[in-house]
């Protein structure tokens, strides 16, 4: 939690977040801004204006596999660009995170040194970003529990 600055009551909240279905974001064509670089700086191909950041909603209750689909990604964040004709063009928000870790010029080529690099990436994580990786914590949580329930369905069958 270091590098996000959470606190444990942080943590804790997600998980009742979770529990509760907590949705942070409002579903639907609106995003929430919170600064995230271009997806063409992270990706060749990507659209190059600021994508805005979204979560998945809670479907009805899945009558079929598309359906099902959906569920399995309740509460996940995304970034998707606000342009008409980029209908496609959208990351998962912890695939993004995880590539910046890795690739931190991406988000300031022009910083000095790997250390800098690591104090704007931190620093992005506790401020603008904030919001966005507290709703991640607690869709990791979702999962958590969806991959709990698959695994007490196994052991009923057994
Ligand atoms: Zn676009």
New binding site residues.
């Given amino acids: 939690m270091a590098l996000t600055g959470l606190s444990s009551a942080d943590i804790e909240n997600c998980r009742t977040a979770a529990r509760n279905g907590t949705i942070h974001f409002p579903t639907g064509k609106v995003g929430f801004d919170a600064d995230f670089p271009p997806l063409s700086k992270l990706e060749k191909g990507k659209?190059p204006?600021k994508p805005l950041l979204h979560q998945k909603g809670i479907p009805r209750f899945p009558t079929d596999l598309l359906e099902l689909k959906k569920l399995w990604n309740v509460g996940r964040l995304f970034l998707k660009?606000?342009?008409t004709?980029?209908e496609v063009?959208f990351t998962w928000l912890d695939h993004m995170l995880w590539y910046v870790i890795d690739n931190l010029d991406k988000l300031d080529p022009q910083a000095p040194s790997d250390k800098i690099k690591m104090v704007d990436f931190q620093a992005l994580l506790r401020t603008s970003w904030r919001k966005p990786i507290l709703a991640q914590v607690t869709f990791l949580f979702m999962r958590e529990y969806m991959m709990k329930i698959v695994h007490l369905s196994t052991q009923t069958l057994l």
């Fill in positions: 659209c204006k660009c606000a342009c004709g980029c063009n």
